[in-house]
C-alpha cells in the first residue's frame, strides 16, 4: 500500500508569492492534515479536511488555507509568502478524524528568500 | 501554538543503553503516539496507545500510556546506532485530526 504522497519535495520562493502545496492520502484514508514545522515552533497543527470540509484549523493567519478534493487528495496554499513562512509543510493522512493513528508524508521543503 | 512538554530535550548515550524519554500534558487525550523524524523526513509512527494505563511494544520499543490521561513515556532498550533521530509525542482528542505534539527528544548513540 503506498504511502503519503507530498509534492513538491522542495520549493524555493521569493517573498510576496504565492505557492500550492499537494497531498495523496494513504488509499481509503479520507481524514488530511497539515501541519508546520520550524526549528522554533516545532510542530503546529494547520488546518484539518476530512469530506472535502475544513473541520478545524490552528492558529495561522487568512494567507495559509487549503482544500480537499473527492478523492481525498488535499492542497494548502499560502499568499503573499514572508520570509517566516520558510519551513517544512508535513500532511497526515488518517482513516477518519476519530481515528488517532496518523501516518506522515516526507514534507515539503518550502525557503522564501 | 500549543506544545506537550517532553524530556529530556536530548541524550547522548552509548550504543546498547536504555533509553527513556517521556511527555506531559495539561490536558487529557484519548490517544498517544510516539513519532521518529529524521533530518528532512517527515515523521513515522512508532507506536500508538489507546487506553489510560496501557503499555505497548513494538520491539525495542515499549511504551506507556499514563493512568491520568496526561502524560506518556516511552523506553528504547539496547540502543543502536540506527535509533539516532528526534521522537516526538503527540496527544490526539478523540474527535478530530489534531495533534499536538511534544517539543521532541533528540537522539545521539555513540558507539
Known amino acids: 500500500k503506498a504511502g503519503v504522497t507530498q509534492t513538491p519535495r522542495y520549493l524555493i520562493k521569493t517573498r510576496g508569492q504565492q505557492v500550492t502545496l499537494s497531498c495523496s492520502p494513504i488509499s481509503g484514508h479520507r481524514s488530511v492534515s497539515w501541519y508546520q514545522q520550524t526549528p522554533g515552533q516545532g510542530l503546529q497543527f494547520l488546518f484539518e479536511y476530512f469530506s472535502e470540509t475544513q473541520r478545524n484549523k490552528g492558529n495561522f493567519p487568512g494567507r495559509f488555507s487549503g482544500r480537499q478534493f473527492s478523492n481525498s487528495r488535499s492542497e494548502m496554499n499560502v499568499s503573499t509568502l514572508e520570509l517566516g513562512d520558510s519551513a517544512l509543510y508535513l500532511c497526515?493522512?488518517?482513516?477518519?478524524?476519530?481515528?488517532?493513528?496518523?501516518?506522515f508524508g516526507q514534507g515539503t521543503r518550502l525557503t522564501v528568500v | 501554538g500549543q506544545q506537550l512538554n517532553q524530556s529530556p530535550q536530548s541524550m547522548f548515550i552509548q550504543e546498547g543503553e536504555d533509553v527513556s524519554m517521556n511527555c506531559t500534558s495539561s490536558s487529557i487525550f484519548n490517544t498517544w503516539l510516539w513519532y521518529k523524524q529524521d533530518p528532512g523526513e517527515g515523521p513515522v509512527l512508532l507506536i500508538a496507545?489507546?487506553?489510560?494505563?496501557e503499555l505497548t511494544s513494538n520491539g525495542r520499543l515499549t511504551a506507556q500510556f499514563g493512568i491520568t490521561r496526561k502524560d506518556s513515556f516511552l523506553n528504547i532498550s539496547a540502543s543502536i546506532p540506527s535509533d539516532v533521530g528526534i521522537y516526538f509525542c503527540?496527544?490526539?482528542?478523540?474527535?478530530?485530526?489534531?495533534?499536538?505534539f511534544g517539543t521532541g527528544t533528540r537522539l545521539q548513540v555513540t558507539l
Open positions: 496507545l489507546y487506553k489510560a494505563g
Open positions: 503527540a496527544g490526539h482528542p478523540g474527535t478530530a485530526s489534531k495533534l499536538t
Open positions: 497526515a493522512s488518517s482513516l477518519d478524524p476519530g481515528y488517532g493513528e496518523a501516518f
